[in-house]
């Protein structure tokens, strides 16, 4: 942190922080949050802040919305609201022109994003959701980044059919997108078994505590009873208020030796310390992740989280409350673009902000304790857990959960499995499904499906670590491709890869169509960013365990000059890696891209530094 560039104070005194040297800190606010009055007469303030406080708690205009037959689409302002109920709208772009072309309207379906924390679900339920993808989603499932499913392609029309389904399988979609605490994600090594029944307990709790208490979500969506008094003194936010937070706010629990849930990457993060026998004796506290940023303004930055100190188990809650809720107060509501927490870390320094988290709790925040993480990806194939149960983990490109001509056939094979499985399944943060907690006399019965279905075809190292993002045709903000290009370029890459003798070194990519970075590129060793029709930045560098960001390496790359651009690269490692060193940091000690350090330096010293 001490290479951070100062952080200009245009609105007050700054105030030094020990440790720091010369950077000076923005003086954190002592009021408490913004009131509604306040906010509401307050100039400056985004507009989705007063689009929040006018909503009635989140109802906005879209139970009227949902009753206009003559269009697909909803209003601007139900748009950003729909977001906290988990639904973004969305159109085909593949067909935009021709509409338009034809003076019809886009062709409006939306986004379903479930809220699972820890990404764990019985077979009954993954049998009701797979009912829900083939009769209103286009026939597919998908795994996310978040560790939980998504829909695609639900037309307005569907939609209360669609939540009334998912209610059915005692899932929401509260809170799964919006500026909230949106779905909490958890470590799934199963071979863990009792840390990650800890881990899994504490994103079930966080989840719960940090959940929206509005009633919106049942009344528009399943046809429940209104609130009495509606947006009056009967409801309330008692975490929340009615402003919410000021961007949308990640959590993530994370179990040494493994990092699948990226917990760097994330606003909030909880490492799970465990003694020697593999006891949750209390948890690590991150603070400040998070990847995306915008093309161009050299003040937005991806960011890797902070370790804050150390809790108590019996503590962790009341720090995930104190933590969202200081960004809550501090948080920018001004410009959406610097809202995130990563930013409010970056204002007032982490000593101060550590300080009034410790005020929130009670308590002071222990000295953090050791850890050690090996890598970000999964541990795929049979893995036998502490307790004797067996887990299989399948790699599911792109997290598409769907039947692949002359390909596996996940979506038929995992329902198959569904049908006879005893234990439960659990989505991962890199987009792959786990069968998991299954009996010893159980696992010959689940080995023929996945053979029948061709679950387990081989896949590269590259694939196993790579992710994509949907972009297009259905994401507004994408740029470029990702989801439907990757396999192509890991084709092209995985022939690079087999002349140079590295067909079987682990190394992450991941690709997404804009810098909004939702399969998390800039921590990848190989990270591609869209920027315009095949055209995207590529960045080098990352660490293999998460905990580094990467360098931009070369801008507006082509998708045919990818494969070039990477080849020497991929020679010069295979000949002069050191014994264990993985291509991110191959690539920064053989002097080809500069060494992040955190947030703002993200943008210093870019490009090649010397040709490879």
């Known amino acids: 942190m001490d290479d951070h560039k100062p952080i200009e104070t245009p609105d007050g005194p700054a105030v030094d922080t020990p440790g720091i040297g010369a950077r000076r800190y923005e003086t954190p606010p002592t009021e408490l949050p913004i009131t509604e009055a306040e906010a509401a007469r307050a100039a400056g303030l985004a507009h989705n802040e007063h689009l929040k406080i006018a909503s009635g708690y989140l109802r906005g205009g879209l139970a009227d919305g949902l009753l206009k037959h003559a269009t697909g689409a909803i209003s601007e302002d139900d748009g950003q609201l729909v977001k906290f109920h988990g639904m973004y709208m969305q159109d085909d772009r593949d067909i935009r022109a021709e509409r338009t072309k034809k003076k019809l309207e886009k062709a409006y379906s939306f986004m379903i994003r479930l809220r699972i924390a820890g990404g764990v679900v019985t077979p009954k339920q993954w049998l009701i959701l797979d009912n829900i993808a083939t009769t209103y989603a286009g026939s597919a499932l998908r795994a996310t980044t978040r560790q939980t499913f998504q829909y695609h392609g639900v037309i307005k029309s569907n939609l209360k059919r669609t939540m009334a389904a998912i209610d059915s399988a005692l899932l929401d979609t509260i809170a799964a997108c919006g500026d909230v605490n949106r779905n909490v994600m958890a470590a799934t090594n199963p071979a863990q078994a009792g840390a990650h029944k800890i881990a899994l307990q504490l994103a079930k709790d966080i989840s719960d505590t940090l959940l929206p208490k509005t009633g919106a979500w049942r009344e528009i969506w399943l046809d429940g009873e209104r609130v009495v008094g509606g947006e009056d003194a009967a409801e309330v936010e008692p975490v929340y208020g009615k402003t919410y937070l000021p961007r949308k706010f990640k959590t993530v629990v994370a179990v040494p030796p493994s990092n699948e849930v990226d917990i760097f990457a994330h606003d909030l993060g909880f490492i799970a310390i465990l003694d020697k026998k593999n006891r949750v004796t209390g948890w690590n506290v991150t603070v400040g992740g998070g990847m995306g940023m915008t093309h161009g303004e050299a003040d937005t930055f991806p960011r890797t989280a902070d370790v804050l100190g150390f809790v108590q188990p019996e503590d962790a809650l009341k720090a995930a409350e104190a933590v969202m809720t200081v960004q809550r107060d501090w948080g920018n509501r001004k410009n959406r673009k610097n809202a995130r927490l990563k930013y409010t870390i970056e204002r007032f320094g982490l000593d101060v902000f550590r300080a009034e988290v410790e005020k929130r ?33 399948l790699y599911v490109p792109s997290g598409r959960i769907k039947d692949i001509e002359g390909g596996p056939q996940f979506l038929s094979g995992l329902r198959r499995i569904a049908e006879v499985h005893e234990g439960d399944f659990r989505l991962t943060g890199n987009q792959n499904v786990i069968i998991a907690n299954v009996p010893a006399g159980k696992r010959a019965e689940i080995d023929a499906l996945v ?162």
């Open 451 to 612: 053979d029948e279905y061709g679950l387990t075809r081989g896949a590269s190292a590259l694939r196993r670590n790579s992710m994509a993002c949907v972009a297009l045709p259905t994401c507004g903000l994408a740029l470029a491709e990702s989801e439907r290009y990757l396999p192509d370029l890991l084709s092209e890459l995985e022939e690079s890869l087999a002349r140079h003798g590295l067909q079987d070194e682990p190394i992450t990519i991941r690709s997404t169509g804009c810098p909004n970075g939702c399969a998390r590129p800039f921590i990848s060793e190989i990270g591609l960013v869209g920027r315009g029709p095949e055209r995207y930045h590529l960045y080098l560098g990352a660490a293999f365990d998460g905990s580094r960001l990467s360098k931009l390496y070369r801008e507006d790359v082509t998708a045919s000059e990818i494969k070039g651009t990477l080849d020497p690269l991929f020679a010069a490692y295979a000949k002069d890696r050191q014994p264990g060193e993985h291509f991110g940091d191959f690539v920064i000690r053989a002097g080809f891209v500069a060494k992040t350090s955190n947030g703002p330096d993200f943008h210093e010293r870019t490009g090649p530094l010397r040709a490879a």
């Open 361 to 393: 709790i009670g308590k002071k925040l222990g000295a953090p304790k050791p850890f050690t993480f090996d890598g970000n990806g999964d541990r795929y194939g049979w893995v036998e857990g502490e307790d004797g149960r067996h887990h299989l983990t």
